[in-house]
């Protein structure tokens, strides 16, 4: 199996939730990477990126997020100065993030951030920050999907990773296939690389993959539990290669959460 088994769309168009469970999810259940740019730096985004990431968590498949953040003033021209000012973005954020987290009461969404903690800590999911420089809001959402063959996707949309973008928001993607349309998906290739690696003029990108993990494990406090301390472990994945790839956002309770408290 691969992509090329599933029935991928030119276009796709209609509630974020259906877009989700028609292409994104049964998409990522034959794919080892997940490139992902999308516009929020927020513990809604945190949460909705954690969404069907259970089939690349138990393939030890791997992730590139890129989040933006809102926004660059214009007057800061220098290379230093951009990146001192998004260095003072980010702690402030990492406030805010800390301070979400601890208000979270529900458990469920608790096991989805740590979650996205243990891919941080098994290599499997790497966060960077972005913005745009100058005028306006850093606004792409773009994502690649490969399989162990080689075969890729890329989707261009509407779309943020939010649970409207992902749920009841209208929306709209465009598709295409590397075996059908090899250049528009080694353009968006090449886009995301350069993003990733600091080397577009009007944006500027940093990483903040340790931040991430650091602002989960804090903001969760004694409710965090490490993957190696976990009650079930490696089992759980195991066990849950077995369920439907919509399972994971059926009722936007995570697969893995569900059958890890079954077994307790």
């Known amino acids: 199996m691969g992509l090329r088994d599933v029935d991928i769309k030119v276009s796709y168009a209609g509630k974020g939730g259906d877009i989700l469970k028609r292409f994104l999810l049964p998409s990522i259940e034959e794919c080892v ?9 927020t513990v809604e985004s945190l949460l909705a990126i954690s969404q069907g990431i259970d089939s690349l968590y138990r393939k030890q498949g791997k992730m590139r997020l890129i989040i933006g953040i809102h926004s660059f003033p214009g007057e800061f021209i220098d290379a230093v100065t951009r990146k001192k000012y998004l260095e003072d973005q980010i702690s402030e954020i990492r406030k805010k993030l800390k301070l979400g987290i601890e208000s979270i009461h529900d458990s469920l969404e608790k096991q989805r951030l740590a979650t996205v903690a243990w891919m941080i800590e098994d290599n499997l999911l790497e966060i960077k920050t972005a913005d745009v420089i100058g005028e306006g809001i850093f606004h792409p959402k773009t994502l690649i999907l490969a399989d162990e063959d080689g075969n890729k996707i890329v989707a261009i949309g ?34 995301f690389d350069s993003l990733w690696n600091n080397k577009l003029e009007d944006a500027i990108t940093l990483d903040v993959t340790e931040d991430t993990a650091d602002i989960i494990k804090q903001g969760l406090g004694a409710s965090y ?26 009722g936007d309770i995570p697969a893995l959460y569900e059958i890890g408290r079954a077994h307790v």
């Open 33 to 41: 990477r997940y490139d992902r740019v999308t516009s929020f730096y």
């Open 158 to 191: 509407s779309p943020n990773e939010t649970s409207y973008g992902l749920g009841g928001n209208f929306e709209q993607v465009m598709v295409a296939k590397s075996w059908e349309q090899p250049d528009a998906v080694t353009v968006q290739d090449e886009f």
């Open 225 to 250: 539990v490490s993957k190696s301390n976990h009650p079930i472990g490696d089992d759980l994945i195991e066990v849950s290669s077995s369920m439907l790839s919509n399972y994971f956002v059926s």
